[in-house]
């Protein structure tokens, strides 16, 4: 494995690295999961919304290693039952943002860290876009002259694992620090993310 990622251009990797790191700071569903859970739950529950979350990127990686990528080009039908899936969940939770009225975490972020692993999981592997990216994206940096493409799949995979997961504790360690401040914005904070979430969930269905 080491000497499949020593041969990989180095252009190629930065490039690769960069549009991850995009990907990331682009304000999205996870990045709406993460911010509210270190709002409501401090640090910690960031962390752990920030877990799950990547705990989901790596399931999309290791199925597009395993050949999923192909499949859902075979049957794009599959793809369209992900994204439904995925904007029902979506609903799901704008519902229960707009609804919230009193405490930052109601209907966006879970307030214990099993439950913050196992909601910004759900999320994740709910979320077409992340699969679109990894599916789509990773195969174009592959090179047969290199190595397995499973294997090159992994290693980008996880390349763009670790950076993204990098990003994403310090978005919620930084949310759980500031949260006092944003604490004082709870109704509003509650409305914008359902309408988000909502957006998001009509965005899923219309592209």
Known sequence: ????????????????????????????????????????????????????????????????????????????????????IGAAYLIFLAVQAWRATGDVADGRAAQSLIAAVKRGFLTNVLNPKTAL??????????????GPIWMQILILGAIFLLFGFAFSLTLGVAAGVFSNALRTRVKFLNKITA?????LAAKLVLD
Not at 139 to 144: E, L, N
């Open 1 to 84: 494995m080491w000497d499949v990622l020593t041969s990989f251009d180095p252009a190629v990797l930065l490039a690769f690295i960069g549009a991850g790191l995009l990907l990331n700071i682009t304000p999205g569903v996870d990045f709406v999961f993460v911010s509210a859970s270190g709002i409501s739950g401090g640090p910690k529950t960031g962390m752990a919304a920030a877990l799950g979350v990547n705990l989901g990127v790596a399931v999309h990686i290791v199925l597009a290693a395993a050949g999923v990528s192909a499949l859902l080009l075979a049957y794009p039908a599959a793809y369209d039952a992900i994204r439904y």
């Open 133 to 146: 990216f990894i599916f789509a994206f990773i195969p174009q940096f592959t090179d047969p002259a290199i």
């Open 195 to 199: 309408i988000l979430f909502g957006g």
